[in-house]
Structures are given as C-alpha cells and as structure tokens.
C-alpha cells in the first residue's frame, strides 16, 4: 500500500460507517483526485491496480453498490477502471449528464444542450493553439480547457477569450476545475441527483433511512453533488483540512482513502 496512511482513524467518519451496519451500503466515488492523483494531462490519468481491487473487493459483499461519478465521457472511465463494465456497477459519466446501469445508457441532458456545447469546443479548438500548453477535453454535454502546462501569465488571457466567446451561449456556464474551467448547461444535470436517482431506483422511495450513501469526491461537481444530497448521504472531500467543504468529512489525499477502504473491508 503507499506510504501516506489514514491518519489515525477519522473517527467521525469511521462511527458514521459503524451506524450504517446492517443497511444496504452505496458507495459513489470520484476518480480523478479521488482514486486517482491529478496528473499534467487527463490522459496520464491512472487507477492505481491495488484500489482497484479494493472497489472489487467491496461491491462483492453482500447488500453493497459500488459506483462512479465522475466529469470524464464514458469510455475514458471504462479504460481507467475496465471493472466497472465488466461487473455491471451504475457509473455516472459527464459529471450526470450520462448514466450506465448494467447494460442500459440514458441521456440526461437535452439535446439542444449538446449541441450548444460541441459547437463552442469548435470555436475553442483553433484557440488551443494560441496558449500553447493548453488542453480541449470534450465529453458529453461539457468540455474542460485545461491550463496546468500554460504559463500562468496567460491565464486571465485564456479565461477573457473563453468569456467572450460564452456570450453567445446564454445556456452555458464557466466552472473552475482544478486548473482548468469547465463549461456546462445552466441549469444542467449534477452528480448528486443522478447519484440520487439511482439510489431511488434500487431502494426506494425511503431510501435515506433504509439504506446508507457514501459519496467521495474532490472538487467542485463533488461539492454540488454534497449539497445535494445534503444529510442523506456521508459525504467525503479527499483535499487538504484547508479546502473549504460542504462535507461532513474530509481525507488529505487518495492514498488516505485507499487506507480507509482496506481498513473498512479488514474491520467491517
């Protein structure tokens, strides 16, 4: 296991695991900065094998789901985490504009939406070319430009073309993402109330009492999925103490919520 280590045992979080014994147990996590380290580019991205196993390992005991959230397209998260697919879990893709259980995709976005989107990546895609280091990543209904390799003198440059060219989107919003922004359709699907969905669909409508949520994330989608869901779920922030948070827990980094799943799986 790597070296950084659950700091002690959080102990909020660990009696709040403790009181959901005997409860069905829905797991949603995040992957980039959650079970995976942020990398230069979306690309390097990689889930380490040992967590892996880990999410094998909990979605294989009894009355558990196990599931993804995540702002990637769909086929980036089957390449990162292939098990997901292969065993079926409920995975969210485009930050909930796209859901997958078992075999079934459904759209949860308007296609005027995705059009608008795709249309501003064309403009934005001749653009890259002037900040060099800069990145365009489409997916679904959103886009990211990146500017981890940029200078960071141009920054404000790229964020005031991105602004200008957004005046023609009324529907669509700029988010911050770690160094880069994001843009969506206002009002648009979030993580939460597609976590939300699911959890309904599989046990019921009494599901905050009847069953026990745990949804673990690290950025700003997280925290909209968090406020969601509000006291219904545990929410998990995997960053420094220093991030402000509407979680009720936090974890410094992915190697922490690696100890935290090995310890959950030896002890519970």
């Known amino acids: 296991m790597p070296g950084s280590s659950l700091p002690e045992r959080p102990a909020g979080l660990w009696a709040a695991l403790a009181?959901?014994?005997?409860?069905?147990?829905?797991?949603?996590?995040?992957?980039?900065?959650?079970?995976?380290?942020?990398?230069?580019?979306?690309?390097?991205?990689?889930?380490?094998?040992?967590?892996?196993?880990?999410?094998?390992?909990?979605?294989?005991?009894?009355?558990?789901?196990?599931?993804?959230?995540s702002g990637?397209?769909?086929?980036?998260?089957?390449?990162l985490i292939?098990?997901?697919?292969?065993?079926?879990?409920?995975?969210?893709?485009?930050?909930?504009?796209?859901?997958?259980?078992?075999?079934?995709?459904?759209?949860?976005?308007?296609?005027?939406?995705?059009?608008?989107?795709?249309?501003l990546g064309e403009e934005i895609r001749p653009l890259v070319k002037e900040y060099p280091g800069s990145l365009l990543e489409l997916k679904t209904g959103a886009l990211a430009w990146h500017w981890r390799l940029l200078d960071p003198a141009q920054v404000p440059a790229l964020t005031a073309a991105l602004d200008r060219l957004l005046r023609q989107?009324?529907?669509?919003?700029?988010?911050?993402?770690?160094?880069?922004?994001?843009?969506?359709?206002?009002?648009?699907?979030?993580?939460?109330?597609?976590?939300?969905?699911?959890?309904?669909?599989?046990?019921?409508?009494?599901?905050?009492s009847a069953a026990c949520l745990i949804v673990v994330g690290d950025d700003a989608t997280d925290e909209e999925a968090f406020r969601w869901l509000g006291r219904r779920a545990l929410s998990v922030r995997i960053g420094s103490e220093a991030t402000e948070t509407s979680a009720q827990f936090q974890l410094p980094d992915?190697?922490?919520?690696?100890?935290?799943?090995?310890?959950?799986l030896a002890q519970f």
């Open 169 to 208: 989107y009324p529907s669509l919003r700029r988010h911050p993402a770690k160094m880069a922004w994001e843009v969506r359709p206002y009002p648009g699907p979030n993580k939460g109330e597609a976590i939300e969905e699911i959890v309904r669909g599989r046990a019921g409508p009494d599901w905050p």
């Open 19 to 69: 009181a959901c014994k005997g409860r069905p147990l829905f797991w949603f996590f995040d992957i980039d900065g959650t079970l995976a380290e942020i990398r230069e580019r979306p690309d390097l991205v990689v889930v380490p094998r040992s967590r892996r196993m880990l999410l094998q390992q909990l979605s294989h005991r009894p009355q558990t789901v196990v599931g993804l959230a």
């Open 82 to 119: 292939p098990e997901a697919a292969q065993a079926g879990w409920p995975v969210i893709a485009a930050h909930g504009a796209l859901v997958r259980e078992g075999r079934a995709t459904r759209l949860r976005l308007a296609q005027d939406a995705i059009e608008a989107v795709s249309q």
């Open 254 to 264: 992915p190697d922490a919520l690696e100890a935290l799943l090995a310890l959950f």
């Open 72 to 79: 990637r397209p769909l086929e980036d998260i089957d390449r």
